[in-house]
């Protein structure tokens, strides 16, 4: 569905069918200008014209996903293919500032390859508090490519391997792939993908099942979690592979993939999912027995990305009927949520692909990306959070971009991520010549998210939460700084954090019970209590300087809060 960039929207006064006033025809005039710019558009200040393109290889270079470092800058990971010494793909790094300009000062003149024997990819990428970066991928293979290493790798935010981290930076996991990773709150990487099944050119011998990898801080295997740090759960028996993970606020790994129909393989595939609890092993309240899997009609139907809401509903999107696009919301429970599209499940009609990745924004639309058509193989779909089409965005809910080639092979698919302003940056790998690709970005614009005016907004991410602003109040008054102020405390999208975030606390006025002092006991506790919403002698109970003459009562409390630092940071 192709969408002109160069149309810009009118307003909704200026389409309706009477304009009161010449005032008003004047303002049509000015807004319908090309300084307004409709949602789901090209950003013009972003790159060249909205999209950024960078070539490393000179060859077939493929993006794969896209994060944002704490200063704004953004990182693409993808893989490289190379000539020398042997001909293969290998893991790589580009950097872009917030306003889309390659940054040579990453790496070797703005790139990070990482040298691997072998094959080399990677697949998915994560961002730290401190701003290291963490990639999930393969990191090296024998001759053939039929063995292949799953690894874990972190880099400093100037793109130098962290050699803190794993041997030189990187773990290799096991034998296998790692198509997706996510980051606990209290740093550990999971990763998951498919391990324990052979396939050569393309040829299954045997059956690959899910692996779910967990990694500790220095880099080592999680003892904690399953057998030795590795989960491996079979579906059915057939050839299972993960490329979707997500970690609940409780801790909980929802881990979905492709699985083969154990009636119509080795052609078919269904949509799975599984839940994990945190210690690896299979939830069973989940679903049927910890298990969710779902036939539409037939075909290759696999998940592409998932993502938790903060209502603990679950997002997939992927593939579904061979080759369309679809949705998926489960309940927190794992069961079909019958509330969101058609029966819990969005397909759209005219797409020829399949959904690669999905962002859920602060006021709780769903963008979501992928492959649409030949001509145009990238596009953007917003939902409403009940999974219709956004009107409002792009053309009838759509954007298509000029950008991306097939995926080939497992990787190649659009990733996206979300900026707090809601602006969504697209990564996608380009056409240069025959057989020649390169990374591209392409940043779109939105509207931005109604800002609650609250001082406690610790970190200034335009949502003001009791579970992030009031615990980072806490942290700061017990005295914790750097990374163990902000580990898991940020909330989405934040704009603030390490020193500015210490910073920013340090001019804040925190004598909530009025005695003069700053305390994590007191005023800290009743802060934190406050923006729960509790009152009276809930409030106050145990946390209040009773000895001093100024102390205040409850009432006071939440009246000084509000005249201190706005009424929006009560519930």
């Known amino acids: 569905m192709p969408f002109d960039f160069l149309h ?88 872009y500032s917030s306003s889309g300009v390659q940054d040579t000062s990453f790496g070797a003149s703005g790139v990070v390859v990482l040298e691997v024997t072998g094959l080399g990819h990677a697949f998915a990428a994560g961002v730290r508090p401190d701003g290291k970066i963490v990639v999930a991928g393969v990191c090296g293979s024998d001759n053939l490519a039929i063995n292949t290493d799953a690894c874990v790798v972190q880099y400093l935010p100037s793109g130098a391997v962290d050699s803190n ?59 904690a979690f399953g057998s030795s740090g590795v989960v491996r759960v079979d579906f059915d028996g057939k050839d299972d592979v993960a490329s979707g993970l997500a970690i609940t606020t409780s801790g909980h790994i929802v881990v979905g993939g ?15 999912a599984l839940r994990l609890n945190p210690d690896g092993q299979l939830d069973t309240s989940f679903a049927s027995s910890g298990k969710f899997a779902l036939s539409l009609v037939g075909g290759v139907e696999s998940v592409s990305a998932i993502r938790i809401q903060t209502d603990s509903k679950v997002l997939i999107a992927g593939a579904c009927n061979g080759n369309q696009w679809c949705v998926v919301r489960l309940t927190a429970g794992g069961l079909l949520d019958s509330t969101f599209a058609q029966g819990g499940v969005f397909r759209h009609p005219s797409f020829t692909g399949a959904a690669a990745d999905l962002s859920i924004q602060l006021d709780g639309r769903i963008l979501v990306v992928g492959a649409c058509s030949s001509t145009e193989p990238t596009c953007q779909i917003r939902l409403n959070e009940n999974g219709t089409p956004d009107g409002n965005y792009g053309l009838g809910g759509v954007t298509s971009l000029a950008i991306g080639v097939p995926a080939q092979n497992g990787f190649g698919a659009p990733s996206l991520a979300l900026q707090m302003d809601g602006k969504a940056l697209v990564a996608a790998t380009c056409t240069v010549g025959v057989a020649q690709y390169e990374f591209c970005v392409a940043r779109l614009d939105g509207e931005p998210f109604g800002v609650a005016t609250c001082t406690l907004n610790a970190d200034a991410n335009q949502v003001v939460e009791s579970g992030t602003d009031a615990v980072l109040v806490v942290r700061y008054l017990l005295g914790f700084r750097g990374e163990a102020l902000s580990r898991g405390a940020l909330g989405a999208y934040p704009s603030r954090n390490r020193q500015a975030l210490e910073n920013y606390l340090a001019s804040l006025n925190l004598d909530a019970d009025g005695d ?50 706005g009424v929006a940071c009560l519930p």
Not at 79 to 93: E, G
Request: net charge neutral.
């Open 165 to 223: 981290f794993g041997i030189n930076g990187q773990l290799k996991v096991g034998n296998g792939w790692a198509y997706a990773l996510a980051l606990q709150d209290d740093g550990k990487v999971v990763a998951a993908g498919s391990c324990g099944g052979t396939r050569v050119i393309g040829q299954l011998l045997t059956p690959f099942d899910f692996c779910v990898w967990r990694v500790t801080l220095t880099g080592t295997m999680d003892a």
């Open 8 to 95: 810009f929207r009118r307003p909704a006064l200026c389409r309706s069918r009477f304009v009161a006033s010449v005032w008003a025809a004047f303002a049509c005039l000015l807004l319908s200008g090309t300084s307004v710019a409709a949602p789901g558009q090209l950003d013009p200040t972003f790159g060249n014209g909205g999209i950024a393109r960078s070539s490393i290889a000179n060859s077939e270079d493929v993006a794969n996903a896209i994060v944002q470092q704490p200063d704004g800058d953004w990182i693409v990971a993808g893989s490289c293919y190379f000539s020398n010494p042997i001909r293969s793909y290998r893991p790589c790094l580009r950097r």
């Open 258 to 272: 492709g699985c083969a129909d154990p009636v119509q393989t080795p052609t078919h595939s269904v949509f799975c």
């Open 516 to 565: 003069g002092q700053s305390l994590a006991m007191t005023d800290g506790l009743l802060i934190l209590r406050a923006m729960l919403g509790l009152t009276g002698d809930a409030l106050t109970a145990g946390a209040v300087n009773t000895a001093h003459p100024n102390a205040r009562n409850a009432q006071q409390i939440l009246t000084w809060i509000e005249s201190t630092h």
